[in-house]
């Protein structure tokens, strides 16, 4: 299998280290597909995509389904997230929808958002998952006067548009809503959206969708997909599959030639997390950032945080653009460098766990939900760019409405095909660029300074 980067980021014979897993004990482990099965539909993938589509083709249309999971399920981004469980998908402005879908077009996928986040809820509620970590809506904190102009902008756009209302804080209100970092100069508060346990949900999905009939594999990293009479075969280490419908759900971790189709159109970009050890009630004051509230920053490159239930603090932000482990150590450090200026306060805190993985961006910078042109029977979604905990769960079941034959409303943004990225082996060279502009438009980061 080729993959864009190193080898060291897919080896799943281990879990990554993220809090997560460590505050969760893991569940016996999916065994490996053995000998020769048949199935109506194969998952390839069994994160929230893979796992919505296997759980509403099993649940809703009777279907016989079968996941193949490389790790573990959840062991890709679905279980090693931020757990924000929001508004996203697309990293286009809604001037950029409209021209692309029309308004109309751009009201259906926002309108598709938030239906996600109010699916993730239910299936929390029906299959009482145990997932859910504070209450709901989420701060977007300008990190610069000209930032919380471009808030005003999006708060007035977001009206005008979908007709919803956006809370903008100036920045002398942040301190009594608990919003205090080095730089932050006010914030849009977004009514919707809540936190949770990344990989608990993940891995109550595994569960509803065995439950409902799904077989789900681990240790199962499919290494060949081709046609075969009526369908496709797929191989793994163990065994082959036999399936006449076949999802791809690999998003950020999928290989260039599973199928070759997809080679070329994704862009896998890294994201890296720390979290700290609990904070204690006096030094979360000291820094007097105490929302509950899941929170990002307005830069670019943007750094997303929250507390967690337990007192510990999460912070992430864009990886490098290389997995090698020497690579993931001085990003590391730099995590923690950004950690440390933007919340001076709690600079000497340690982390107890830090982590990256794989978000997926496309070249059309919108997700795909839909069959592979040229190839009866195969579909794919992917692209959720650095928010998939919700999208990527509602399309998941989208793709499962779509194999089952049945009519459903995929929005048009999400229908466009994404291009190949131009000259595709560069990819990395792009983001690197990317990145380095970005950060040139964000301006530099708060100073570094010990409280
Ligand atoms: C560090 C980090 C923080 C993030 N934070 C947030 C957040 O707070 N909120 C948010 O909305 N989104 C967030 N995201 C994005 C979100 O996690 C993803 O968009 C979402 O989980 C994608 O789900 P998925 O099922 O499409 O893909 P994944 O969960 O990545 O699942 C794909 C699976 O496919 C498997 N696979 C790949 N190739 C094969 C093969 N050949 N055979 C078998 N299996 C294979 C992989 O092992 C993997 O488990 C974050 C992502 C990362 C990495």
């Given at each position: 299998m080729h993959r864009l980067y190193e080898d060291a980021a897919y080896d799943t014979s281990a879990w990554p280290t993220s809090h997560w897993r460590a505050s969760l004990p893991a569940p016996p482990p999916a065994e490996p597909l053995h000998g020769l099965v048949k199935t109506d539909v194969a998952v390839i993938g069994a994160g929230y995509a893979g796992l919505n589509a296997a759980l509403e083709l099993a649940q809703r249309h009777g279907a016989s389904v079968t996941v193949l999971e490389?790790?573990?399920?959840?062991?890709?981004?679905s279980g090693r997230?931020?757990?924000?469980?929001?508004?996203?998908?697309?990293?286009?402005s809604h001037g950029k929808i409209v021209s692309r879908v029309g308004a109309g077009g751009a009201r259906d996928f926002r309108d598709f958002q938030h239906r996600a986040i109010e699916h993730v809820a239910d299936l929390l509620q029906e299959y009482s998952i145990d997932a859910r970590q504070g209450p709901e809506g989420e701060v977007c904190i300008a990190h610069s006067p000209r930032a919380l102009a471009g808030l005003k902008a999006e708060a007035a756009a977001v009206r005008t548009l979908y007709g919803e209302e956006a809370e903008i804080l100036p920045g002398a209100e942040l301190a009594e809503r608990g919003l205090?970092?080095?730089g932050f100069c006010g914030a849009l508060m977004t009514p919707v959206g809540f936190p949770i346990h990344p990989l608990a949900y993940a891995e109550g999905l595994a569960r509803a969708a065995e439950r409902a009939g799904a077989q789900v594999f681990g240790?199962?990293?499919?290494?060949g997909l081709v046609p075969e009479g009526e369908g496709w075969r797929l191989t793994t280490p163990g065994g082959v599959l036999l399936a006449r419908r076949v999802l791809?759900?690999?998003?950020?971790?999928?290989?260039?030639?599973?199928?070759?189709?997809?080679?070329?159109?994704t862009l896998p970009a890294q994201s890296a997390v720390l979290v700290t050890r609990p904070l204690s009630a006096a030094e979360k004051r000291a820094q007097g950032f105490t929302t509950p509230l899941m929170s990002y920053d307005s830069r670019n490159l943007l750094h997303y945080f929250r507390h967690l239930p337990d007192g510990r603090f999460l912070f992430g932000m864009r990886g490098g653009a290389s997995a090698a482990p020497e690579a993931q150590r001085r990003n590391a450090r730099r995590v923690h460098e950004e950690f440390a200026r933007i919340f001076p306060a709690w600079a000497e805190i340690e982390a107890t766990s830090e982590w990256f993985g794989f978000v997926c961006l496309t070249g059309s910078l919108a997700p795909y939900v839909g069959p592979v042109p040229g190839a009866p029977g195969l579909f794919a979604t992917f692209g959720?760019?650095?928010?998939?905990?919700a999208p990527a769960s509602l399309g998941g079941r989208l793709a499962g409405q779509l194999i089952s034959g049945m009519p459903t409303a995929v929005p048009a943004l999400m229908r466009q095909v994404p291009k190949r990225f131009?000259?595709?082996?560069l990819r990395r060279v792009w983001l690197r660029m990317g990145y380095v502009s970005r950060a040139l438009r964000d301006g530099p980061l708060p100073p570094a300074k010990r409280v």
């Open positions: 490389a790790g573990q399920p959840g062991w890709g981004a997230n931020g757990g924000f469980c929001c508004l996203g998908g697309a990293h286009l205090s970092g080095e240790g199962s990293p499919v290494t791809i759900a690999t998003n950020g971790y999928s290989s260039e030639d599973l199928p070759p189709w997809i080679g070329g159109r959720w760019h650095g928010n998939g905990v131009p000259l595709p082996p």
